[in-house]
């Protein structure tokens, strides 16, 4: 991986629908892509009685430090990373996540099944 803060580059940041846990990539976006950074972030055990709203207060916080860190010229939204995502969740996150590039106005492209 390459230090990019030395030199301007278009980043586009992937995300998994839900609020499970979080994949996250960060990505020069150009002719020669190239990874930044990534991680997969596991949330609260589902054991736990933390409410969606918490769940998704808490990325929304990671995603702030990963924006400061990379501005987004583009923000992916992928499918859920795991199966046992409850639905409630993976259907709370695109609007979130585009609701949230909207408050930054960058743009979000969801990419919820294998066709996109």
């Given at each position: 991986?390459?230090?990019?803060?030395?030199?301007?580059?278009?980043?586009?940041?992937?995300?998994?629908?839900?609020?499970?846990?979080?994949?996250?990539?960060?990505?020069?976006?150009?002719?020669?892509?190239?990874?930044?950074?990534?991680?997969?972030?596991?949330?609260?055990?589902?054991?736990?009685?933390?409410?969606?709203?918490?769940?998704?207060?808490?990325?929304?916080?990671?995603?702030?430090?990963?924006?400061?860190?990379?501005?987004?010229?583009?923000?992916a939204h992928g499918p859920p990373s795991g199966h046992d995502e409850p639905l409630e969740w993976v259907q709370i996150m695109p609007?979130?996540?585009?609701?949230?590039?909207?408050?930054?106005?960058?743009?979000?492209?969801?990419?919820?099944?294998?066709?996109?």
């Amino acid at each position: 991986m390459h230090d990019h803060s030395s030199k301007k580059s278009l980043i586009a940041i992937g995300f998994t629908s839900g609020l499970g846990s979080i994949a996250c990539s960060v990505i020069t976006a150009s002719s020669d892509p190239e990874e930044v950074w990534s991680e997969v972030m596991a949330g609260p055990r589902k054991k736990r009685s933390v409410s969606h709203y918490r769940r998704w207060g808490a990325q929304r916080l990671m995603f702030e430090i990963i924006f400061d860190r990379w501005p987004p010229t583009l923000i992916a939204h992928g499918p859920p990373s795991g199966h046992d995502e409850p639905l409630e969740w993976v259907q709370i996150m695109p609007t979130a996540v585009f609701e949230l590039g909207k408050s930054i106005g960058v743009p979000v492209v969801l990419f919820d099944d294998d066709q996109a």
